[in-house]
Each structure stands twice: as structure tokens, then as C-alpha cells.
């Protein structure tokens, strides 16, 4: 199997369990985007939220009915990728999110949602977090005085490049990402209170304890997990 049909998989299995009625928070990135066009080929009676322009556009575009926060302030569920996945100290799922470089208006959203469904293939299921690039969204005025302070912290920082290689990448807020080679991250909690405390830092990739179900498909299918299924079956 593919990573893209693995990918196809989680996304279609989540798109069965979203209900006529319910309010949905859409995520960002390839994963996201096949959840997207599943459910809006069910045709069902639902609201949206999206978590990025991108996906608004998708949804909008397949006929869904997009609105926003200030709308639907309250989300029965948000279904969303990550770039890795692992069981949390605390019992539910950890979360390194925004490669695709959508983390704040992600994490927005997500916080806005009952339940936090993460669809991913099983390459993305770890035993620690830090191997992928931790996404660090940045103030663009900030961003030489973050960037020295995320060094000294030993976190590698680098700043992203736009897809086009022309100048740095502009999230969606308008704000930079450095991408923070961390390595091993092995007290998440800690080292997003260390990220967090920096003048200029909007938000990080770390969605500690959010995700309340992680789909995880691989040559075996689907497969439902919650964080203790997650250490039996991580990869690394
Ligand atoms: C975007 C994200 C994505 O969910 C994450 O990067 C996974 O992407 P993909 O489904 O394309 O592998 O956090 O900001």
C-alpha cells in the first residue's frame, strides 16, 4: 500500500463517522484534503469550519457550507493530519502538527471542537515526538529576537521558505515559521512552556493532549487508536 492510499483510507473512514447535523472543523494538508472531498461526496446536511484558506476554498468549491468561528463557535468534531503521533504522558494523544504551516488557525480550531479526530498513515506513529521539524509560528518583527532565543534552547531553529523559493513562507496570519530541528523531545509539556515563554511566539506544533482519537491505517486497514494503543503500534 501506498502512503497516499493509506492516507485515502483514514480519510474515508473518518469521513463515515461525521453525522447529518453536526458542525465540522476541516484541517489542512494532504490528509486533510482527501477527508475534505469524502465528505463532501456524502452530500450531508452539515456546517463547516476550516482550518486554513486552502481548505475553506476546497470545501466551498465541493459545495459545502463554510462559516466561521464567529458563527459556529462550537464544533462537534475537528478532523485533521499531523506529522507525527505519539501517546502522551498525560494519557491522550500528543500531536507534532503543521508542516503544512497551518498550526495556529489548527490549534484555533481544534480547541473549538468536542472531539479531535487525527487521521494519519502509520509512517507518522512514534514513540517520542521530535523527529519531524517542529513548526514554530513567529511574528515577522520578532523573528530576530525568537530566533536567537530558540537556538539557545538548542532547538535548531530554521527559518521556512516559501513553496515558490521566493522569500520566507507567509502563514496564513501573516506570520513567519521556523521549522526547530529538535531532535528527541522528551518532556513535550516542557518544552512548549520554554517555547511558549519567548516574546514574539505566536504558537507551536505541539497539540499536547487535544486529539481525542488518532486514525491510523497501514497494511493491516484502519485502525481506531487511543493513547495506550499508540505505544504498541509506534514506529520509528
Ligand atoms: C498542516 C498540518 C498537517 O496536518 C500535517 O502537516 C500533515 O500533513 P499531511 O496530511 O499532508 O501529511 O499540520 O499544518
Known amino acids: 500500500m501506498t502512503q497516499d492510499e493509506a492516507k485515502g483510507l483514514v480519510a474515508r473512514r473518518a469521513a463515515e463517522l461525521v453525522a447529518d447535523g453536526m458542525v465540522v472543523g476541516l484541517g489542512t494538508g494532504t490528509t486533510a484534503t482527501l477527508f475534505i472531498r469524502e465528505l463532501a461526496a456524502r452530500k450531508l446536511d452539515i456546517r463547516c469550519v476550516a482550518s486554513s484558506d486552502a481548505s475553506h476554498q476546497l470545501a466551498e468549491s465541493l459545495g459545502m457550507r463554510v462559516a466561521t468561528l464567529k458563527e459556529l463557535p462550537e464544533l462537534d468534531v475537528y478532523v485533521d493530519g499531523a506529522d507525527e503521533v505519539c501517546a502522551g ?69 530554521k527559518l521556512r521558505a516559501a513553496k515558490s523559493g521566493d522569500g520566507p513562507y507567509v502563514t496564513d496570519e501573516g506570520n513567519y515559521i521556523l521549522d526547530c530541528a529538535c531532535g528527541r523531545i522528551e518532556e513535550p509539556e516542557v518544552t512548549a512552556a520554554e517555547i511558549r515563554s519567548i516574546v514574539g511566539v505566536v504558537e507551536h506544533g505541539l497539540f499536547l493532549g487535544m486529539a481525542t482519537l488518532a486514525l491510523v491505517s497501514g497494511e493491516d486497514g484502519v485502525k481506531e487508536l487511543r493513547a495506550q494503543d499508540l505505544q504498541a503500534h509506534a514506529m520509528r
Open 89 to 157: 504522558a498525560g494519557g491522550g494523544l500528543d500531536l507534532i502538527k503543521g508542516g503544512g504551516g497551518a498550526l495556529l488557525r489548527e490549534k484555533i480550531v481544534a480547541s473549538a471542537a468536542r472531539e479531535f479526530i487525527v487521521v494519519a498513515d502509520s509512517t507518522k506513529a512514534v514513540e517520542v515526538l521530535g523527529k519531524f521539524p517542529l513548526p514554530v509560528e513567529v511574528i515577522k518583527m520578532a523573528l530576530p529576537l525568537v530566533e536567537p532565543k530558540l537556538a539557545a534552547q538548542g532547538l535548531h531553529p
